[in-house]
């Protein structure tokens, strides 16, 4: 099993930032592809983006594109999902997922383990 926890969400004002991390333990080992996905109140949860192993390799959904970057630091088994610029419809709770396939992973099927999620409020 992994497990994955999220932090760094909270409350910001529109055109602010906030860095979520996510930190897998347990049964680690092996290459992961990581992904961020958010869900708002009554929306279905969509995928924001995704990061390979080595960290060559990331995607955006297109309205994260230039707003959002997404990281990894092997050595600290960490998984940053950086957000600038923060609008009122990025109000969200988001999580982390983990997943042994390789690709772009944009469907939250390709994802095998998900963290409990870490809400974000953009107030306007």
């Known amino acids: 099993q992994v497990q994955l926890v999220e932090s760094g969400g909270g409350l910001v004002q529109a055109g602010g930032s906030l860095r979520l991390s996510c930190a897998p333990s347990?049964?680690?080992?092996?290459?992961?592809?990581m992904g961020w996905f958010r869900q708002a109140p009554g929306k279905e949860r969509g995928f924001v983006a995704s990061?390979?192993?080595?960290?060559?390799?990331?995607y955006y959904a297109d309205s994260m594109k230039g707003r959002f970057t997404i990281s990894r630091d092997n050595a600290k088994n960490t998984v940053y999902l950086q957000m600038d610029n923060l609008k009122p419809e990025d109000t969200a709770v988001y999580y982390c997922?983990?997943?042994?396939?390789?690709?772009?992973?944009?469907?939250?099927?390709?994802?095998?383990?998900w963290g409990q999620g870490t809400q974000v409020t953009v107030s306007s």
């Open positions: 997922a983990a997943g042994r396939a390789l690709g772009r992973m944009t469907n939250a099927s390709e994802y095998d383990y």
């Open positions: 990061i390979s192993w080595s960290g060559d390799s990331t």
């Open positions: 347990g049964r680690t080992r092996g290459t992961w592809t």
